[in-house]
């Protein structure tokens, strides 16, 4: 599968360009503004859905869980504040990981948990127990690898909506609200693919 690039320039005129009618090129002042390209458009989980996601991982205060593409950190906020977990939220927008922050604070659960700017694919999801996902068929596929490499046995792996394709089927799926959750946990089995 061809890779998206990870991000996107944009290369605009700055305040300058008001002098656009002159000759004076020097008078144009350019500037460079980096936003990044995402792999999923942000849509947030429903909050019974999010629920159903810890409650399907049995999430508990012994747990660290990792929402990949975190959004504005509702998953990881709730982990923190309804189950005890400790957390982390990782999103390429630096807008959502704000919004997270605060949402954190709000709650009252900052001391649980962390927000990172970051491309999901360049994450150490290794001191995961749990990990939740909200993304997108071909961008769960992608991850697979990176899960079964990094992940401990025995961590959970639940995602909204999306399965991992053929070479992973979900050892439960659950309905709720129309949305289907899929679970599935790291085995033995997964670390050796992961070596081969
Ligand atoms: C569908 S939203 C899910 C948000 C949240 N997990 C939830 O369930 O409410 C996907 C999120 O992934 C983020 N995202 C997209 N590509 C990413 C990447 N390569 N690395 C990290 N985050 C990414 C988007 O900014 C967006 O917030």
């Known amino acids: 599968m061809t890779s998206l690039p990870r991000r996107q320039t944009l290369t605009r005129l700055g305040a300058g360009a008001a002098g656009l009618l002159l ?18 458009p942000y849509v947030p989980t429903p909050q019974e859905v999010v629920e159903r996601m810890l409650q399907m991982a049995k999430v508990g205060k012994n747990d660290v869980l990792f929402d990949l593409g975190c959004g504005d950190g509702r998953i990881v906020v709730t982990a923190a504040k309804s189950h005890g977990a400790r957390g982390t939220g990782i999103d390429l927008d ?4 704000g919004e997270a922050r605060k949402n954190a604070q ?3 659960v900052a ?3 962390s927000f990172k700017v970051a491309d999901l694919f360049e994450t150490d999801v290794s001191a995961a127990s749990v990990v939740t996902l909200y993304l997108l068929p071909n961008v769960n596929t992608r991850l697979r690898p990176q899960l ?15 399965d991992m394709g053929p070479e992973w089927p979900p050892e439960k799926t659950e309905s709720v609200e129309g ?18």
């Open 23 to 40: 000759p004076a090129a020097p008078l144009l002042a350019q500037t460079t503004v980096t936003t990044p390209s995402l792999d999923v």
């Open 179 to 196: 949305r289907t959750i899929y679970y599935w946990t790291i085995k033995q089995a997964h670390k050796k693919a992961a070596k081969a």
């Open 94 to 97: 630096s807008e959502r990981i």
């Open 106 to 108: 709000q709650a009252g």
């Open 148 to 162: 079964w490499k990094q992940l401990k046995v025995g961590s959970r792996v639940v995602s909204h909506a999306f």
């Open 111 to 113: 001391d649980k948990v």
